[in-house]
């Protein structure tokens, strides 16, 4: 039976360190959508996301209810656009009506973001492919609530570096284009290098072609009650900080699979599996930065910060792994800048640098993400940064992302609001030392020697 | 049987216990078990309950429970089980 302490622990954790499930992500084919005509495909898509997605919203409401567990977003992956839109589109422009689309539906079932405005082009680009990407920027300023992706590599077919190349173009177009406000677009865009199919956090989700029809994938969160359990520990030895890291992980994680099973039960969808996830949010007390300071660092950034990252993504994914029956998507510590208050004081305070960032993404599930740079940086650093992370997710057999936001008009030490769970940002520096002879070379970088494993 | 547990924290006052038994009662709500505890002047009660038969929807049921708190200035929570059997029990 259960008791007063373990009732008690468990609503302090959602009261007061902010334990909640961030996200059920409905994933949804679209691939029986597809027409060569564009009208049609446009309808197909509308309808076939409202049939299934219609009751999304209500019934997370419904279960968060039920447990008394916050569920703070519900959202919808697709099938990667550049493949649904391959047969219907001939222009750029096409393609962005098929983004009106799902803006529309997003809106009128009520999910806060919908994924998926994606091309897969870690070896290569189909015309289509690249037409989707080149109209990713007026996609993204012309809808609210559409996120998009774009994998450019992996470790089995080595790195695109013409779709590296055009990418670090269309972050700059995407930027100038939603410069009235901040260059927001930016903030639904993230370059992938071995990017997972069942991701359900944005915005890098989209919905593989090696899922099925629907399938419900659900990202829980909690860096706040890390947070506390390590402040329990003070001075402890590794092993103890360790065990108390994996303990709260499991707990956490079992609340994700308890809301995912409920979810799937109630809308008649599969479980897809759940994403073991710290993930930050702005308020106070959610930070993973907080969890870096509390293992012993008085800043994150500062000399051991990699090992203490290290040592938290493997044993968030110790604790979660025996919690949930299936687990996949990013499944790890996420580094976000602009959505971490710890991690915002630090770079205010210089403790924090894009080039630790970038050693830290060595270590944990994601990348250089939520990063504002001044809005002057070429494309090509861009691109050159994009190359250098990709490059650490192909060799480390991870996934490893981008999303940086060039802030039109602004420049180092200036801070960006881009409101909500996007928190804000101080505008980092970057190397501007020239990598155009490099990044403009074309071509691929080949597969690494330890991808052949047949 | 899937039960309900329902917990009251807040600073203790005379009728706590009465106020919340009346309403379940009203609710065809039985209650199962109680554990009670006072630290401090803080009043902390967890109640184990049975809603299967209820005569009201489990999310009125929550609404109501977290009114009658405000009016009496505690806080009182109405979850399904299955959280803290998940989160606590392998």
Known sequence: MINI???????KMIEQDNLDVRTITLGISLLDCISDDLDTLNNNIYNKIKRLASNLVQTGEDISKQFGIPIVNKRISVTPIALVGGAACKTPDDFVTIAMTLDKVAKEVGVNFLGGYSALVNKGMTPAEEMLIRSIPKALASTERVCSSVNVGSTKTGLNMDAVKLMGEMIVE????????DSLGCAKLVVFCNAPDDNPFMAGAFHGVTEADAIINVGVSGPGVVKHALSKVRGENFEVLCETIKKTAFKVTRVGQLVACEAS???????????????????IGDSV????????????????????????????????????SYVGGLSGAFI????????????????????KLEAM?????????????????????????????????????????????????????????????????????VNNFSCDNFVNRTGRIPAPIHSFKN | MKKTIITVVGKDTVGIIAKVCTYLAEKQVNILDISQTIVQGYFNMMMIVDANNANTAFDALVDDMEKIGEEIGVSIKVQHEDIFDSMHRI
């Open chain 1, 265 to 283: 039960k109630r809308l008649g969808i599969p479980f897809g599996i759940v994403d073991l996830s710290l993930a930050p949010t702005p308020a």
């Open chain 1, 289 to 324: 930065a907080d969890i870096l300071e509390e293992i012993g660092l008085e800043r994150a950034g500062a000399p051991g910060t990699t090992a203490a990252l290290a040592l938290l993504n493997d044993q968030v994914k110790k604790g979660g792994v025996m919690a949930s």
């Open chain 1, 336 to 355: 976000p800048v602009s959505e971490d208050q710890g991690m915002i004081d630090a770079v205010k305070e210089g403790a924090l640098t894009i080039e």
């Open chain 1, 174 to 181: 995407t930027a100038t284009l939603t410069k009235e406000q």
């Open chain 1, 5 to 11: 302490f373990e009732v008690n622990e468990t609503n």
């Open chain 1, 361 to 429: 993404t060595c270590v944990c599930s994601v990348g250089l993400d939520m990063i504002a740079i001044p809005g002057d940086t070429k494309a090509t650093t861009i691109s050159g940064i994009i190359a250098d992370e990709a490059a650490i997710g192909m060799i480390n057999q991870k996934t490893t992302a981008v999303r940086l936001i060039p802030v039109i008009g602004k420049g180092v030490g200036e801070i960006v609001e881009f409101g909500g769970l996007l928190g804000y940002a101080p505008i980092m520096p």
